[in-house]
């Protein structure tokens, strides 16, 4: 795959740095959009990133590596993210993402042998009064039960207790 972005991507770019009185400010933003794009940001990535704003690579590379946000390997198509932090740890965050761990057989920051699921334990994401939550991608569920779960999983393809 070629790493490079297309005409929109490319105007987006260009939209983004006109938000900031700095090209650099708009780093964050423009990550975002390679991994949007790219899946995850992989050296190549990182790279391109760097040259088409003029930054020196170390900077990128330092701001990827500080955020969990960015994916610094390939993660699943639906990316678990379960917090554990102190609301949701006392709401029972624990014991969902060790459910969700067993069923689909995977620990913290693995990813399913068919690329479906990826799980991560996460600090606070700020969804404390709907505790315990978890974030599929980019959408929140909160107030989750074992049940809940099951039934999300269901709905994402998981058979039978393992990935499809």
């Not at 105007?11 to 650099?24: D, F, G, H």
Request: proline share 4%; glycine share 10%; charged share 25%.
């Amino acid at each position: 795959m070629k790493v490079e972005f297309n005409e929109y991507e490319l105007a987006k770019v260009e939209e983004l740095k006109t938000k900031y009185p700095e090209t650099k400010a708009a780093l964050m933003g423009v990550l975002w959009l390679a991994q949007k794009k790219f899946g995850w940001l992989s050296e190549e990535v990182k790279e391109y990133v760097s040259h088409l704003l003029g930054l020196p690579p170390s900077h990128v590379d330092g701001v990827v590596s500080f955020y969990t946000m960015y994916f610094k390997k390939p993660m699943g198509r639906f990316h678990i993210q379960v917090c554990t932090n102190v609301s949701c740890l006392i709401c029972g965050g624990e014991e969902l993402f060790n459910h969700i761990s067993k069923k689909l057989g995977i620990g913290n920051g693995e990813v399913t042998a068919d690329g479906t699921f990826s799980l991560e334990e996460v600090e606070c994401m700020g969804a404390c009064g709907g505790a315990p939550m978890i974030a599929i991608n980019e959408d929140y569920y909160e107030n989750l039960t074992i049940e809940k779960v099951d039934q999300l999983l269901l709905q994402l393809g998981l058979k039978n207790g393992s990935p499809a």
